[in-house]
């Protein structure tokens, strides 16, 4: 089965532009989050999705939003673009609660 | 707040040396606790986990026991090898969905 599959693997972005990344489950898994790990540090919840509705949000501004699809995979859009956005985000999908199966990042480099 | 605090790095230890990297937490109600681990390059990958008081998770020789009276949860691993080489997040989770809190991770070298 395929693991978590999240693209595009590298962006780099310029200040002020709008970025989308994109994350598939695995299947069967109804639950994604996203994370933001600024490097050197732990990853920070961004938002969690459970069948297509939000179920939690992180301490994040209004720039970042995202959604989950009918399929469940999701998409995380931040706007705006900040240098201090440049890290590693990071998609983690589940059945719901407990164990949680993260994918390998999209790296996004704001210059 | 909810939070976890690792034990800072970078470490560097010997192969087969004992490794203890310590975790605390602060959480209100009765949160699950977990070791993720983090290769070059990788994305995290579940080490092991402890959904309850005294609990004790294992895998691949490491362990970590949760105590609520401490509310400590540290890994450790009794003998090290050059493939442990990677990043240690300690993390908690109220099951309320896959909504982690992590710690700052620790670094671990391990040397021939």
């Known amino acids: 089965d395929a693991g978590v599959t999240q693209s595009p693997t590298h962006l780099i972005k310029t200040r002020g532009q709008q970025v989308t990344l994109r994350c598939s489950p695995i299947s069967g898994h109804k639950s994604v989050s996203w994370y933001q790990q600024v490097l050197g540090q732990g990853p920070q919840f961004i938002f969690q999705y459970y069948e297509k509705e939000e179920r939690g949000r992180g301490n994040f501004p209004d720039r970042f939003s995202a959604r989950q699809f009918p399929n469940y995979s999701s998409e995380l859009n931040v706007n705006a673009l900040l240098l201090g956005d440049s890290a590693l985000y990071l998609c983690?999908?589940?059945?719901?609660?407990?164990?949680?199966?993260f994918g390998q990042g999209t790296r996004l480099t704001v210059v | 707040g909810d939070s976890v605090t690792q034990m800072e790095g970078p470490v560097t230890l010997s192969e087969e040396a004992f490794l203890t990297i310590n975790c605390t937490y602060t959480?209100?109600?009765?949160?699950?606790l977990f070791w993720y681990v983090q290769y070059p390059g990788e994305g995290l990958q579940l080490l092991l986990k402890?959904?309850?008081?005294?609990d004790k998770g294992s895998n691949k020789g490491f362990e970590a026991t949760y105590r609520k009276e401490t509310t400590s949860f540290h890994l450790e691993k009794g003998s090290v090898q050059v493939s442990d080489s990677a990043v240690y997040f300690c993390?908690?989770?109220?099951?309320?969905?896959?909504?982690?809190?992590f710690g700052t991770g620790t670094s671990l070298t391990v040397i021939p």
């Open positions: 983690a999908s589940s059945l719901g609660t407990g164990e949680a199966f």
């Open positions: 959480a209100t109600g009765y949160p699950s």
């Open positions: 993390a908690l989770s109220k099951n309320t969905g896959n909504q982690f809190y």
């Open positions: 402890a959904t309850k008081a005294d």
